[in-house]
């Protein structure tokens, strides 16, 4: 591996626990809206129905499918179908979840002690497709602001994971050079897939050991092993 001066990190999956804050959020809406109302859907079926379809929309709006419009208009109302609940979803619902979400503070494991190790060591940045209000929100929430020095979104660079576009538009901002700039991220199409075009190192945060066969410059399962490789 190369002598590395930056270190760009995706956000959401890789540092900050989107699975748990999500479902949290999830949870406490379910409750407060009492939303067995609407059908005969447990918790668990509600969190496993937004996963499924917070996905797709994803996806989607990766792929330049849908905007963010779309994706915030359609996340419940598609949930709704996917649980075959009742007429339609409290129209507040998806502003609840806009508004609480990112204001969750949990970090993956051993997020902090790395992020502690890594920025004595190495200059840091963030490279997301994440929207900048919420994204800010999330950094802020999990008390991590402090270690980045440039937060790239696909708002304010106006392009996506993996166009190389912004990942030329973050060289550009933090000065650093596809020869001493490694990305890390959990998405083998956006983070990766993105990041090897430039000819950047890749390092693939893979906590659930899923088999690929995308060539990476290194694979962890877990972030604390990047105290040991870098
Ligand atoms: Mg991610």
New binding site residues.
Partial sequence: MAAYKHLFF?????LWDFERNSNETLANLYETYRLQQWGNFSVADFLNAFSEVNRQLWDLYNHDKIDRQTLRAQRFIRIWERLGAAGTPPPQLGEDYLAICPTKPHLLPHARETLDYLAARYRLHIITNGFDDIQQTKIRSADIAHYFEVLVTSQNSGHKKPHRAIFDYALAQTGAGTHNSAMI???LET?IGGAKVLGLDTIFYNPERIAHETEVTLEIHCLSELQRHL
């Fill in positions: 995706d956000l959401d999956h890789t991220g959990d998405n983070d």
